[in-house]
């Protein structure tokens, strides 16, 4: 990956155009501004007595677990699939990448309606497992099946992106070395595209943390099987409880937070080994 460019000021000065400053800070106020009116609405004095209801911890603790599990199959899943779509052409190349890149525009509505028609009692695949016992309707799998189909493709196009970035030269030489697909795969590929990897798979699993709209559609919510932190968020508004339902957003900001610290920790350490 390349460094950064640095501009002296003087550099700065002359290819900055000022008026970038104007958009520039309004586009900061907008994205800023709402974090900044949570954090100051925060009741900051009760936010143990929030964190302390059962229910509330219930729901962090089947996030964690769920967004880590789904987190896993996306690396299992994804890191394959970048592979594959880093080395083949054609149409077929086309095909794959469509099918990738539909789960991030579908609203979340859509997307939970799809699931239902697949994975649900009397979806494609739902049907037959109901049949042999095994419906998943209403459960954590089916809160796992919703947070791999949205963020599966976030992983595998980080992934992507920085496997697309090895270069050949290097895959080649290990070839010409004697080394077999699996080995320059493992010990040219795979390490010198760690930092997208790593950035997907947090992304993975901050974007199933999130996750609301599919879920509320396809899973329901379900105390203690589906009813995940965003949709705990729900029903405290629903509730009239604003106080839990800030809460549990500063949790989520929090596990944000950390995320993006980790990300950066992972990156600049495989860079600078």
Request: charged letters at 10%; aromatic letters at 8%; proline letters at 5%.
């Amino acid at each position: 990956m390349n460094e950064r460019r640095q501009y002296s000021p003087r550099l700065r000065a002359a290819t900055t155009p000022r008026w970038l400053w104007i958009p520039g800070v309004l586009a900061l106020l907008i994205l800023g501004g709402p974090l900044v009116a949570l954090l100051l609405a925060m009741p900051w004095s009760e936010l143990g007595t929030t964190f302390a209801q059962p229910e509330i911890l219930t729901a962090l603790w089947l996030s964690l677990a769920t967004a880590g599990f789904s987190t896993l199959i996306c690396v299992v899943l994804g890191l394959p699939l970048a592979v594959l779509l880093s080395r083949i052409n054609g149409v077929w190349l086309q095909v794959m990448r469509t099918l990738l890149v539909i789960p991030l525009v579908l609203s979340p509505v859509v997307s939970g309606l799809a699931l239902i028609y697949f994975w649900g009692r009397r979806g494609m695949v739902g049907s037959l497992l109901e049949a042999a016992g095994w419906g998943i309707g209403f459960s954590p799998v089916a809160v796992v099946l919703v947070q791999v189909f949205v963020a599966l493709p976030f992983f595998a196009v980080a992934a992507l992106s920085s496997i697309e970035s090895v270069s050949t030269d290097l895959e080649l030489a290990g070839a010409n070395a004697g080394a077999n697909a699996g080995q320059i795969l493992r010990h040219i590929t795979l390490p010198l595209a760690a930092p997208g990897i790593i950035v997907g798979t947090l992304l993975a699993f901050a974007r199933s943390l999130g996750e609301y709209g599919a879920t509320i559609t396809f899973a329901g919510s379900v105390e203690g099987r589906t009813r995940t932190m965003p949709l705990q968020i729900e029903l405290a508004l629903n509730s009239n409880d604003p106080q839990a339902a800030l809460g549990i957003a500063l949790m989520l900001i929090a596990i944000y937070l950390l995320v993006l610290v980790a990300a950066g920790w992972g990156v600049n350490r495989i860079f600078h080994k």
